[in-house]
């Protein structure tokens, strides 16, 4: 008559425990017919190391392309390796860094001169802004290295 043992009573005379084996199913890992799938990590780095994403891809499978990064001023020209141009239809085969590709976007909006004359033309400061801008900021900043100026 063989029962499961019950761990949890307190051993009152001397006992005897015999294990009972059971052939476990095989798992991928341990079945030679179904080796381990090798694994490579891509890297996209949008911004020179910030807000890298790590992607795992299977061995000889293709990566997805993640969602265009944005950067002010700057225009997305699409994600480099070595330097050329990726193509995402490449299998993958080892680890890699895909480097994001950027543009500066030049303003083409009109530009006006503004003076600030804030002591009867002494020590006037003129600085160059962009059509629509707010003068505020730049009013108050300009007030700022002014008042330093005249050493106050």
Do not use: C
């Not at 080796?35 to 910030?50: D, H, L, Q, R, W």
């Not at 699409?78 to 976007?105: P, R």
């Not at 303003?107 to 600085?127: D, H, I, R």
């Amino acid at each position: 008559d063989e029962e499961e043992y019950d761990f949890s009573k307190p051993v009152e005379k001397a006992i005897t425990l015999k294990a009972n084996w059971k052939e476990k199913e095989p798992t991928p890992d341990l079945d030679p017919a179904s080796p381990t799938i090798e694994k490579f990590k891509v890297t996209f780095k949008p911004n020179n190391g910030k807000n890298n994403t790590v992607v795992e891809v299977e061995k000889d499978k293709t990566v997805s392309k993640i969602k265009d990064p944005t950067r002010t001023n700057y225009k997305f020209l699409g994600w480099y390796l070595n330097n050329k141009e990726y193509n995402f239809k490449t299998q993958v085969t080892d680890n890699i860094t895909l480097e994001a590709k950027w543009e500066s976007i030049k303003s083409t909006l009109e530009k006006f001169k503004v003076t600030f004359k804030p002591n009867n033309g002494k020590a006037n400061t003129v600085v160059e802004v962009e059509k629509t801008k707010q003068l505020l900021k730049l009013l108050i900043r300009s007030m700022l290295v002014i008042h330093l100026q005249a050493g106050s």
